[in-house]
Nanobody
């Protein structure tokens, strides 16, 4: 099993900043991509940013310049630094990763994992 645990969400005023963290644990052989998605009330889940194992990043165009994704390989953790937050950034933010895991039978397999989500509310 592989688990993702997110933290760092909360209530922030417009223009403020938050840093989300997501730590992967479990039977991990290697971690490929790590990403953040978000889902606002009444809307579909959308990609926020993704980072590869080599550190390459991609962002949703509308968030470039305000959000920064990074990762700490030693801690199996991905971060999302969010600056100049706006009310429309209010959403549940989900961590996602693609990993190689090892089964009880010692077989390697690819696995996609979602975190439980952390709520970010931007409001005065």
């Amino acid at each position: 099993q592989v688990q993702l645990v997110e933290s760092g969400g909360g209530l922030v005023q417009p223009g403020g900043s938050l840093r989300l963290s997501c730590a992967a644990s479990g039977r991990i052989v290697s971690i490929n991509t790590m990403a953040w998605y978000r889902q606002a009330p009444g809307k579909e889940r959308e990609l926020v940013a993704v980072i590869s194992s080599g550190g390459s990043t991609n962002y949703t165009d509308s968030l470039k310049g305000r959000f920064t994704i990074s990762r700490d390989h030693a801690k199996n953790t991905v971060y999302l630094q969010m600056n100049s937050l706006k009310p429309e950034d209010t959403a549940v933010y989900y961590c996602h990763t693609n990993v190689v895991t090892v089964t009880v039978g010692a077989a390697y397999r690819d696995l996609a994992v979602w975190g439980q989500g952390t709520l970010v509310t931007v409001s005065s």
